[in-house]
């Protein structure tokens, strides 16, 4: 897989990660990379304490995924930015080439797979 395809790759995660954002999650006009869960209003919590429920349940799901898109759109904003620098394929730890297979299977990988069970201990 060359870099190109690699790019490519990465560039339409990204747009995927930020069309699912855009459903459990708004962009915050501030910051940079930052999104706030939505909090679905389902009715008068006053008058009904399903409704209520309902609305914090799933609140506390897409405050979950949101995170988890977020870092996975990090990590593809990152790698992007590292074939922009030169140094995309790198280990960041030893400096070593990664492994194209690595790549391939996992193209946001910061470290070669040496490094990366050294850091799991």
Do not use: W
């Amino acid at each position: 897989m060359q870099d190109n395809n690699i790019k490519e790759k990465l560039e339409k995660e990204k747009q995927q990660l930020k069309k699912s954002l855009g459903d459990v999650a708004t962009k915050d006009p501030k910051a940079k990379h930052d999104y706030d869960a939505k909090f679905k209003n389902f009715g008068d919590p006053i008058f009904d304490n399903t409704a209520e429920a309902a609305e914090v349940s799933l609140y506390d799901s897409n405050l979950s995924v949101e995170g988890n898109l977020e870092l996975k759109l990090k990590d593809v904003n990152e790698a992007l930015d590292r074939i922009k620098e030169g140094t995309f394929g790198k280990c960041e730890n030893c400096n070593k080439e990664i492994d194209k297979a690595r790549l391939e299977a996992n193209p946001t990988a910061k470290l070669c797979i040496d490094c990366a069970k050294i850091n799991k201990k």
